[in-house]
């Protein structure tokens, strides 16, 4: 008898519905109950412990806004500080449909919106076709990251080897090689993450990977050089600094593949990386941003890990130790945005260096919803998943509004498409083809505020495209005040490709009231109520326009160690650290004294005196200092005075930042007043009483 094959009942998928209303969740537990698993929670502080507890197991979450103890916005928060929404897809349930409660839950991540009284076939559809979205992104995640793996492995075993053939020459052990690729890396992250230089992500792997090179020119070094454990002579010095010329050279002379990234990189970081941003290195003697920002980078790395490692000649420093060196100006002058990186990532690249394995792929990247990924039935293109993304985002969007301007823009072809009622209201067709350039559409509104909105529509990211935009509207002949809410669409390419956008207006014209809000929060930091950054200029340059005699401090002030707070405790209690602060401001400065949010964890005072501001400052400065919730608060803060920089906003302004980089550069913890010393602090490196090193081999000590 053949034995007939069993195959096992597919697992179901389970879901959360969190409500405080039990007839709710008994009403959506008999719609899906059949076809998944329920979980059932009363409260928001009920929901996160069963997101807690339940963990990837969880395909969906069903959420009420308006419950007890913790609310449906709550537990989104709550979901965004333990990166839980990146994994489970929320869709969120309430009986209202405004639009400030679906702006919000889409900003803190929310995939849907269903509102009461439910329709059983609409909540399967969503139900079942976010399940299917996130189950094949998932999938695509898999796939992508095994071949990414298998490049990756095949990649560090050949830098691997690179590493032992250029080390062994050099009687060591071929870390130095891969150090130097794991800090370069590290550096090039944040520097990308924060905007200081414009880096894609290719940029940062070709950099990192080119940097195995750079001392590929030991090679032609004698071994009685590379391993001399005593002083090199003036002549042993010359043909040791030979090595970055020869590298070079062989990287020039290859027959084939002159045209490649990766070639014309390692060209640059074997030639330059001793160079030195004050012109003090070689072999050509570079200045500033004329060299490479791959080479500075790999130039830095290697000088820390030099310092850190041992060689034939020296121990090796501790990592206080080499900081200091290397801040200090002992190693040569680098370029200060480099400094400032290397003090952010001092913890994370000491942790890098100890961990045994810096080459191991992390095994997350393969941790992806196993269940989801047995089902044969999940099987969806890439166009396919595509569309169904771009229509649910508009179905989302649109949902529950009505006689409303809703548009939907796409970038190829170019045209907008409108509502019914929209097309209506501001008399055009339903579609109108080439907006760019038709007149009827550019009349609706000022170029500026065309050019306002397009830019900040496009200067989103699919983790954060909405836009909020107001400006006056041409509406029935009339100019009114109205509101952009939008939503870019993103493709889901690699790198994301802008697409588009979809949203409705608003008519905020209602009330001198309502225009007077408006205006106020115009001016207005969203998170901390202080002033933002340009209405805070506009009030200081009227006083200083109208007293241009008296006597002002412009103070400006960061948080030493906020990205800190952010990586170890979440973004949540950085923006709490933030209110912390802006309001001790509140509750310190005067009645009369301007104080602003300049971005960031970066704040602005502006004070007028009447002696010597030394003990206001002071003041200051001591109130905002302490803890926060057992985090540590130290200050680093730069004043200006008018009286001795002119009564001029923008000289104010670089007065006080190129005190406050002083400060930085000195330890931080402090508040210094702008001299003249400190004229040129951030365009050009003031030669700080340093001696260059004498052993180019690894250039870490005098």
């Known amino acids: 008898m053949i034995p007939i094959p069993v195959h096992p009942t597919p697992k179901k998928h389970k879901i959360l519905i969190a409500d405080d209303s039990e007839m709710n969740r008994a009403i959506l537990a008999d719609m899906l109950g059949e076809e998944f698993d329920i979980l059932e929670a009363s409260n928001g502080a009920q929901a996160v412990e069963l997101i807690q507890e339940n963990g990837s197991e969880l395909s969906l979450i069903l959420l009420d806004i308006v419950m007890p103890e913790v609310d449906g916005f709550g537990v989104l928060e709550a979901m965004v500080s333990n990166h839980w929404i990146e994994d489970i897809p929320v869709i969120m349930i309430s009986a ?13 991540g929310a995939t849907d919106f269903i509102t009461r009284p439910f329709d059983a076939l609409i909540v399967h559809k969503r139900v079942v076709n976010t399940i299917i979205l996130y189950a094949n992104q998932k999938k695509l995640v898999s796939l992508v990251a095994a071949q990414v793996y298998e490049a990756e492995q095949q990649s560090n075993l050949m830098i691997d080897i690179l590493s032992h053939v250029v080390e062994f020459r050099n009687g060591e052990s071929g870390l130095h090689v891969r150090n130097v690729h794991a800090i370069t890396e590290l550096l090039l992250t944040w520097l990308r993450e924060n905007g200081k230089y414009p880096l894609t992500q290719a940029d940062v792997a070709t950099i990192s990977t080119a940097s195995a090179l750079h001392d590929i020119g030991k090679i032609a070094i004698p071994s009685a050089i590379l391993n001399k454990p005593g002083r090199l002579t003036p002549q042993e010095f010359e043909t040791m600094k030979t090595h970055t010329t020869i590298g070079a050279d062989m990287l020039r002379d290859l027959p084939i593949y002159q045209d490649k990234p990766l070639v014309k990189i390692s060209y640059e970081i074997c030639r330059w990386h001793h160079e030195r941003y004050d012109g003090s290195g070689y072999p050509d003697g570079l200045k500033g941003e004329d060299i490479a920002i791959s080479a500075q980078v790999v130039a ?26 290397i801040l200090g100006g002992q190693c040569g002058a680098f370029n200060p945005i480099l400094l400032e990186c290397l003090t952010q990532l001092s913890d994370a690249i000491r942790k890098e260096l100890e961990q045994t394995d810096l080459w191991a792929f992390p095994q997350s990247a393969f941790d992806i919803t196993g269940e989801v990924l047995q089902h044969e039935d999940v099987s969806v293109s890439k166009r396919t998943l595509q569309l169904l993304e771009h229509e649910r985002i508009k179905h989302d969007f649109f949902a ?18 409108l509502s019914p009622f929209g097309a209506k209201k501001l008399g055009f067709s339903e579609v109108v083809k080439d907006p760019f350039h038709n007149p009827s559409i550019l009349s609706l509104a000022d170029p500026k505020d065309f050019q306002g909105f397009s830019d900040a529509i496009r200067g989103t990211s699919p ?9 006056p509207i041409l509406v029935d002949g009339e100019p009114r005040w109205h509101r952009i809410l939008a939503r870019a669409t993103w493709s889901t390419d690699e790198p994301p490709r802008y697409m588009g956008a979809i949203g409705k207006i608003i008519d905020i014209h209602s009330s001198r009231m309502e225009l007077a809000d408006l205006q106020r929060q115009a001016s207005r930091d969203p998170l901390t109520g202080l002033l933002n950054h340009a209405s805070a200029r506009k009030r200081i340059t009227v006083r200083l326009e109208e007293r241009p005699q008296g006597k002002y401090a412009l103070i400006i002030f960061d948080l030493d160690h906020f990205k800190q707070a952010n990586d ?34 970066e704040f602005l005072i502006f004070l007028e005196y009447k002696s010597d501001p030394q003990a206001a400052i002071q003041r200051i400065f001591s109130s905002l200092t302490g803890e926060y919730q057992g985090f540590p608060i130290s200050l680093s803060m730069g004043v200006a005075q008018a009286d001795v920089v002119g009564s001029d906003y923008d000289a104010l302004f670089k007065a006080a930042d190129n005190a406050l980089y002083t400060v930085k550069r000195n330890g931080r913890g402090q508040f210094r007043f702008y001299d003249q010393s400190m004229r040129d602090t951030l365009s050009t490196i003031s030669p700080i009483a340093e001696e260059s090193l004498t052993d180019p081999r690894e250039e870490d000590k005098k």
């Open 96 to 108: 209202e449909s405004g639009a400030s409660q679906i702006e919000r839950a889409y900003e803190l």
């Open 400 to 417: 529950a509004l009505t006689d409303e301007i809703q548009f939907e823009f796409t970038l190829s072809p170019p045209q907008v498409t």
């Open 568 to 601: 170890t405790q979440g973004h949540l209690f950085g923006d709490q650290l933030l209110c912390h602060i802006a309001e001790n401001l509140r509750q310190t400065v005067r009645g009369g004294d301007i104080v602003a949010r300049a971005g960031g964890d």
């Open 300 to 325: 830095l790395a290697d000088v820390y890990d030099a310092l850190t490692s041992k060689r034939v000649y020296k121990p090796p420093f501790t990592h206080p130790q080499a900081l200091k060196m």
């Open 463 to 471: 983790g954060q495209p909405v836009v909020k935009y107001d400006c």
